[in-house]
């Protein structure tokens, strides 16, 4: 079986590659980051935009391009690779996605074509606290049709134009979705690792929530999409990743300790290859992940688990043994090395930390070998 992409997929990698370098340099990043009024860079977010990318996985009778979710695997690895600050993670992964699972065909005809347009930002607004979420981690509740609760933190939740929401209904978790520029919902920034990322404390009070799927079955909902969700994060990931490995591998081949570059070093080299090893076995993860996501395959909640857990490793690894790579320049901030080891961070969060996807990845192991 090959699970590598097609001349045309890698087409499309390689131009979202090219028109990342141009638009999307560190600098860019670099304004989101220390500007404090700035919630991403609206720039490229019209940019991208406007080259079609929310609709990649979106049918065409919604207004999407139709392509596929392993076309937008390979643009989520070039959005890791460039840091982009902008809300698509959380508008595509999981907004879009959520609608595309769930929703009726009245939802997705109101909301896909706004989504493929950019005319609403979405977020997925499920935690309420550190930890795990569950049934008994959930406290906001649907009554009549209006919601109430506290949800933090949500990603991109100060400039979302809509949410979807986990909310008790009858006592049984359900989700829900939520206009967020209507009455009974305030807003509050809150700060992060990573300020290129938005994230936002949503308080609702009487807002109105249209349901999104069954009742009772938000929990099942969730992890569904979370699964989805996990694939796309992963390719994200993995694009940070070789990054920071190409970061590490040109300054050590340039620069020069007692007459030699320090990538001629024993202890360069090791860790250099450490970094390799283990983003390559992120990536096989995660094209496992992409088969599994576009196919709709039974497999996909264990490979969903097994690219994220390697992704989230590999990301983080890479991005702290590029610091240690660059020695002193490393921990400045006038270099980009730490803007990945926040991401890497971030993306680590955005989903469940890996110590909960572990747990899953076990779990769903468990229940294939007894079945």
Excluded at 207 to 226: K, V, Y
Aim: hydrophobic share 45%; proline share 4%; charged share 25%.
């Amino acid at each position: 079986m090959n699970f590598d992409f097609s001349d045309d997929q890698k087409q499309l990698r390689d131009e979202a590659r090219r028109f990342l370098a141009k638009e999307c340099p560190p600098e860019r990043v670099r304004a989101v980051l220390t500007d404090a009024t700035k919630t991403h860079d609206d720039a490229l977010w019209k940019a991208v935009v406007a080259q079609g990318w929310l609709g990649a996985a979106i049918p065409e009778e919604f207004g999407g391009l139709g392509l596929g979710h392993l076309e937008l695997c390979c643009i989520a690895e070039e959005l890791g690779r460039a840091l982009a600050p902008i809300p698509f993670a959380s508008t595509v992964y999981f907004f879009a996605e959520a609608i595309l699972v769930a929703g009726t065909d009245a939802q997705k005809q109101k909301y896909l074509p706004k989504i493929a347009a950019g005319d609403i930002v979405g977020a997925f607004a499920t935690s309420e606290r550190p930890g795990p979420v569950s049934a008994a981690t959930v406290s906001a509740k649907v009554e009549g049709g209006k919601l109430t609760g506290t949800k933090l933190p949500v990603t991109d939740g100060d400039i979302a134009g809509a949410a979807i929401v986990l909310a008790n209904e009858n006592g049984a978790p359900a989700l829900f979705i939520v206009d967020l520029t209507g009455p009974g919902v305030s807003r509050e920034t809150l700060a992060t690792l990573d300020p290129s990322r938005n994230a936002a404390k949503l308080v609702f009070s009487g807002a109105t929530a249209e349901r999104l799927g069954p009742a009772g079955e938000g929990l099942d909902l969730m992890h569904r999409i979370f699964d989805r969700a996990a694939v796309l994060l992963a390719f994200e990931q993995v694009g940070g990743a070789d990054r920071c490995l190409e970061m590490a591998k040109d300054y050590a081949l340039n620069r020069f300790a007692f007459g030699r570059p320090i990538a001629s070093y024993q202890a360069i080299k090791h860790k250099l290859a450490e970094i390799y090893v283990k983003n390559e076995l992120a990536r096989s993860n995660s094209y496992y992940g992409a088969w599994a996501l576009n196919t709709d395959a039974a497999e996909l909640p264990i490979a969903a688990s097994g690219a994220r857990v390697a992704a989230c490793d590999a990301y983080w690894f890479a991005a702290k043994e590029s610091i240690q790579t660059h020695g002193g320049m490393g921990f400045t901030f006038e270099t980009d090395c730490h803007l990945f080891y926040r991401r890497s961070k971030q993306l680590a969060l955005v989903a469940g930390a890996p110590r909960v996807w572990k747990e899953r990845l076990i779990a769903h192991i468990e229940r294939s070998n007894a079945a």
